[in-house]
């Protein structure tokens, strides 16, 4: 089982962007935490992270076929990018929206994802912790998958 964790614009900034928001871990630091729980877990992880909207279109185009999941932060991307749904709903592969804020606790324009609809479900508001829930979510997401159910 293959995992795609794709992170939006700003995220590179994590550790020193706002941290009372965001929490003082870098990207490079949540990742390895989620390497290791991956490892015990047996399924592979790789990360991305964009700021580019394209990037991020290519990359969700290019993982058809090499993943089984995509757990996505599309960061600001979340209430603006028709064509980032798009690429998700195009894509067929299961997606999990993850923050690591509480959007819906923070300014209006934040309440709307435009990603959700085509995703699973949405981990967030957890911090770091998101992603750590993300990871299990993507796992039994696949897991049923195979099942078929
Ligand atoms: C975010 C929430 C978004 O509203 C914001 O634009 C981000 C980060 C989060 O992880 O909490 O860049 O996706």
Redesign the pocket.
């Known amino acids: 089982m293959k995992i795609l964790f794709l992170n ?4 590179n900034l994590l550790g020193s962007r706002e941290p009372e ?2 929490g003082r871990l870098s990207l490079a630091e949540i990742e390895a935490e989620v390497r290791k729980r991956a490892a015990e877990r047996g399924v592979e992880v790789e990360f991305a992270q964009s700021n580019s909207e394209g990037v991020l279109v290519d990359l969700i185009q290019q993982a058809r076929g090499r993943f089984d999941v995509i757990v996505f ?4 991307y ?2 603006t990018s028709v064509a980032l749904r798009d690429a998700i709903a195009a894509c067929g592969i299961p997606a999990i929206e ?6 819906h606790a ?1 300014e209006p324009f ?1 309440r709307e994802s435009l990603i959700a609809p085509v995703c699973c479900g949405q981990v ?1 508001g957890f911090g770091a912790g ?1 992603y750590v829930l993300g990871l299990e979510a993507a796992i039994m997401v696949a897991g049923h998958n195979r099942a078929g159910n």
């Open positions: 939006g614009p700003n995220l928001v965001y932060n599309p960061a600001g979340t209430h993850i923050h690591l804020s509480n959007i923070r934040r967030l998101s």
